[in-house]
């Protein structure tokens, strides 16, 4: 006697009633009420992804309006009904692929066949998969049957592009929508699915299949055969990822730690090791996508920054690190060599990463700056209670030098990166620098020898004996000026700028930039 045809796991394990339906247990609901109130749709129209349970949910309705006894929800997988369904030689259980009969003969075969009662079942079931794939002639040849079919008719229309279906069919039917299954429910059946088939498989690999799968069960049924054929009897997350290309879960942490700390060569180096493994650089970047993505929702939630990424971001950060990852993928899938182009992506990144808005940078100074005295010869400012300690720093106040002043005295503080604050100040462009006050800090690009000068006007206390005469560290003047400022602002802007303050000088009060 000849052995049993062997049956890929989507078949053997395709589900057979609505309790073995996984991941969609909204449809499953709603399909188990209608049935138990005897209130069916004469139409039902099920729209999901490919491998979401559309077809088996048609043939598990078919079945439940068909058995013995029914309509009814719990049916009994021995009824010969059930069976025949099952083997497809029911005769009033019609299945139609719409993709391979899409002409309008074929809807008008469908019409016809709708006017013969059913032979041996209470219900004459059509099944029409894909059926956005029909022409708009079958379609408008099936409006009035699918309108007002005969008593003993069902259609059940499943697609996975609800957008091809015409609005006056839809309109006429009953929309069910299958969603994407998650990861962990996808990762769960396969550990239930490899211990009933005697398979050692490690959890790092169910879930790389999970992830692969795109949420879909059939495609992970379906990656899990291949998988077996070529591991055997013991599945490791290796040789997953061996075969699809995969980077592992500790590779796409340690990449946005590299990115989020700004450690480049670190970022080389995996990127080194993607091509020398073989790996898909346009899934590592999905995956990477996907990380970053978690990052900026807990940002949101823990009120505007996140280290789970591996070093402190601010949304606006982790959202510019997003958006430079998407716009990469284009010049990855169509660029002449992938490995330059995702390579150029990453490093670019860090750059986003590790860069602010100027409005954020003006925010930070300002708040920083909220101690100075508003007129000469006022006390502090102490801050307000709910300004926090850590941004606003009282100021020391320093007696007055003697001697005129003639023209504004400015503080100039230089980045000590230059590259870093010229693409801050690109990305204002012409903003213009709003003034606080008259004598609260302001701050003005001044581009002079190729570089980038943030100047602050000092206090009213602090003056120059000689006008026209610079200070620079270690000289009086210059010390009295930065001990008159607050400690907090020359710390805000050695954080948020990297600059120290390397003059004092006089400026002519036409040379800042007007307020508005």
Known sequence: MAEPAFQVIARRWRPRRFDELVGQEHIVRTLRNALTSKQLAHAYLFVGPRGTGKTTTARVLAKALNCSGGPKADFSLDDPVCLAIEAGSCLDVIEIDAASNRKLEDAQKIREECQFAPSNCPYKVFIIDEVHQLTKEAFNALLKTLEEPPPWVKFILATTEADKVLPTITSRCQRLEFHPISEEVIAAQLTRIVKADGVTADQDALTAIARLANGGMRDSQSILDQVISFAGKKVTEADVLSIYGLASAQQVQDLGKAIATGDGKTVLALCDA???????????????????????????????????????????????????????????????????NFEVTLLKAIEQSRSRSIDSLIKDIAAAAAGLPREPGQKKINPSPATPAAEVVAPRVAEPMPGPVAEPVVLVAKPVSVSAAASRVDEAEELPIPQLSEEEAIIAENREAESFNFVLRALPAVTVAEVGKASFPGEEDFDHAVASLPPGLAEKLRITLGAEFTALRPIAAGKLRKPL
């Open 274 to 340: 993607f091509h020398a493994e073989g790996r898909d650089l346009l899934r590592v970047l999905a995956d990477l996508q996907g990380r970053v993505r978690q990052t900026v929702l807990d940002s949101v939630k823990s009120g505007g920054t996140s280290a789970l990424l591996g070093g402190s971001l601010a949304t606006e950060q982790l959202v510019r690190l997003l958006e430079c990852l998407q716009a990469g993928e284009q010049g990855i899938r169509q660029g002449l060599s992938p490995r330059a």
